[in-house]
């Protein structure tokens, strides 16, 4: 295992934590813009205001280190952006207009901290402190100025940050989302069912899973092209998805195989859950060769096991499924007649 405080263990989070690289790019860029204005104020012998920059300095570096040491790196962002707020303010008073061009890039750093509506208010809040506090603003016209310059960098802001979380949602929900059926993909369903598992460990309700093979589906693409193939599966994708509850997720784990997690199901509702599926693709789902089926396997989580043997059991069930004639299901068996504890 890498030292994360290695400098071995620093490049491999700024490779592997996108978070923790804004963090540093965001702290490096605040050093390197402020330490040579200390050490002007200090040559200067301005020590009042030599000694706010090099606090923020130091702030910087400490939420660097922070971030490095236990990995909150939301928090480490609140606090390099709390110094820079407290550090606008004091310069702003100390300086007068120079130490006003300060708030701007903190306005723009809020929303990598806050939600969008937060940072709006607390920047727009920020300005008029800033105006009120500041000491570089005699007129009335520099006063409205400045406050209006404030509010439009704000607000910019605000609109490239809803742009930007838009499109991230897009791209995460993307990467998320098998792209043939639009359920989730083998990533999403990897991760859900480890906190899922994570959960059932800690005390919650048992998950529950089914692993869902259609019958002679390689016939279909064979005989009918995989073009009806893919249709096929979009459909099936739909029935189930229109079968399930709201609280339950369909993921596709490759080809004709797809997964089904109960998040809070008693063990005797699973094969309630099973025969309503399997009933509604027999029902409805079809295809130029008649009628398609499925085979379905189910797993009550065991508390202490890992996914791939949650997910290999039910996999056993579904081969189980099959030899007893297809278009059936067929339920993992329990220990002891109960789920061990």
Same mark, same amino acid.
């Given at each position: 295992?890498?030292?994360?405080?290695?400098?071995?263990g620093?490049?491999h989070?700024?490779?592997t934590?996108?978070t923790?690289a804004?963090v540093?790019? %965001?702290?490096?860029?605040?050093?390197?813009?402020?330490?040579?204005?200390?050490?002007?104020?200090?040559?200067?012998?301005?020590?009042?205001?030599?000694?706010?920059?090099?606090l923020?300095?130091?702030c910087?570096?400490?939420?660097?280190?922070?971030?490095?040491?236990?990995g909150?790196?939301?928090?480490?962002?609140?606090?390099?952006?709390?110094?820079?707020?407290?550090?606008?303010?004091?310069?702003?008073y100390?300086?007068? %207009?120079?130490?006003?061009f300060?708030?701007?890039p903190?306005?723009?750093g809020?929303?990598?901290?806050?939600?969008?509506?937060?940072?709006?208010?607390?920047?727009?809040? %920020?300005?008029?402190?800033?105006?009120?506090?500041?000491?570089?603003?005699?007129?009335?016209?520099?006063?409205l100025?400045?406050?209006?310059?404030g509010?439009l960098?704000?607000?910019?802001?605000?609109?490239?940050?809803?742009?930007?979380?838009?499109?991230r949602?897009?791209?995460?929900?993307?990467a998320a989302?098998?792209?043939?059926?639009?359920?989730?993909?083998?990533?999403?369903?990897s991760?859900?069912?480890?906190?899922?598992?994570?959960?059932?460990?800690?005390g919650s309700?048992?998950?529950?899973?089914?692993?869902?093979?259609?019958?002679?589906?390689?016939?279909?693409?064979?005989e009918?092209?995989?073009?009806?193939?893919?249709?096929?599966?979009?459909?099936?994708?739909?029935?189930?998805?229109?079968?399930l509850?709201?609280?339950d997720?369909?993921?596709?784990?490759?080809?004709?195989?797809?997964?089904?997690?109960?998040?809070?199901?008693?063990?005797?509702g699973?094969?309630?859950?099973?025969?309503?599926?399997?009933?509604?693709?027999e029902?409805q789902?079809?295809?130029? %060769?008649?009628p398609?089926?499925?085979?379905?396997?189910?797993?009550?989580?065991?508390?202490?096991?890992?996914?791939a043997?949650?997910?290999?059991?039910?996999?056993?069930?579904v081969?189980?499924?099959?030899?007893q004639?297809?278009?059936?299901?067929?339920?993992?068996?329990?220990i002891?007649?109960?789920?061990?504890?």
């Amino acid at each position: 295992m890498v030292n994360r405080l290695s400098a071995a263990g620093f490049i491999h989070r700024l490779r592997t934590d996108f978070t923790f690289a804004s963090v540093s790019s %965001l702290a490096l860029t605040g050093v390197v813009a402020v330490t040579p204005f200390a050490v002007y104020r200090y040559l200067r012998g301005e020590w009042m205001i030599g000694t706010v920059d090099l606090l923020l300095v130091l702030c910087i570096l400490s939420s660097l280190g922070y971030a490095l040491v236990t990995g909150r790196n939301r928090g480490a962002f609140n606090l390099i952006m709390a110094g820079g707020v407290a550090a606008c303010l004091g310069v702003t008073y100390l300086v007068g %207009l120079a130490g006003n061009f300060w708030t701007f890039p903190v306005l723009v750093g809020l929303y990598a901290v806050l939600p969008i509506r937060a940072a709006l208010g607390l920047g727009c809040a %920020l300005t008029l402190t800033v105006v009120w506090v500041g000491k570089g603003l005699p007129t009335v016209v520099e006063v409205l100025s400045f406050a209006v310059t404030g509010v439009l960098v704000s607000g910019l802001a605000a609109i490239s940050a809803y742009h930007v979380g838009r499109q991230r949602q897009a791209l995460e929900l993307a990467a998320a989302t098998d792209a043939l059926t639009g359920v989730g993909n083998r990533r999403r369903m990897s991760g859900d069912l480890e906190q899922s598992a994570r959960l059932a460990c800690r005390g919650s309700p048992l998950p529950a899973l089914m692993v869902l093979d259609l019958d002679h589906f390689k016939r279909i693409n064979d005989e009918c092209g995989h073009e009806m193939g893919d249709r096929v599966l979009i459909e099936f994708a739909n029935v189930v998805g229109k079968t399930l509850r709201q609280t339950d997720s369909l993921y596709r784990m490759g080809g004709e195989e797809f997964l089904v997690l109960l998040p809070m199901v008693e063990p005797t509702g699973i094969a309630l859950v099973a025969e309503k599926v399997r009933a509604r693709v027999e029902e409805q789902l079809r295809s130029p %060769l008649g009628p398609v089926t499925v085979s379905i396997g189910a797993a009550l989580y065991r508390r202490g096991e890992s996914v791939a043997e949650w997910i290999h059991r039910a996999d056993t069930a579904v081969y189980e499924a099959k030899a007893q004639g297809r278009n059936g299901w067929s339920i993992a068996p329990r220990i002891d007649g109960r789920e061990r504890d």
